[in-house]
């Protein structure tokens, strides 16, 4: 599986910005996709998941409410739509994709990943 996500920018707080990431290869056999981030100096930590068959989605408290996480399986594109945006969601946000199993927050978890896409928050 690859995985090209893209969509990152730089935005003022309180502004909205949509990540897209978009897989190839053996999506089939897909159970889930998580949306992580990771600042600067600190450990990569999940932001959104969704399971690729169905509609269950699941957030971290940190955006529940402001992130909402969507698919097209008909262009095997995953997206992160950010409202309301704050200084502290500044990040590298990586796509990843887990192969096996439901619901997971670890990055260990997840089998593939994206490259990053980068998103910054001015005050």
């Known amino acids: 599986v690859q995985l090209q996500a893209s969509g990152g920018g730089l935005v003022q707080s309180g502004g909205s910005l949509t990540l897209s990431c978009a897989a190839s290869?053996?999506?089939?056999?897909?159970?889930?996709m998580g949306w992580f981030r990771q600042a600067p100096g600190k450990e990569r930590e999940f932001a959104a998941g969704?399971?690729?068959?169905?509609?269950?989605?699941y957030y971290s408290d940190s955006v529940k409410g402001r992130f909402t996480v969507s698919r097209d399986n008909a262009k095997n594109t995953v997206y992160l739509q950010m409202n309301s945006l704050k200084p502290e969601d500044t990040a590298v946000y990586y796509c990843a994709v887990r192969l096996l199993g439901g619901w997971a927050t670890k990055p260990d978890d997840y089998d593939y990943w994206g490259q990053g896409t980068q998103v910054t928050v001015s005050s």
């Open positions: 290869g053996r999506t089939f056999s897909t159970s889930a």
């Open positions: 969704i399971f690729w068959s169905g509609s269950s989605t």
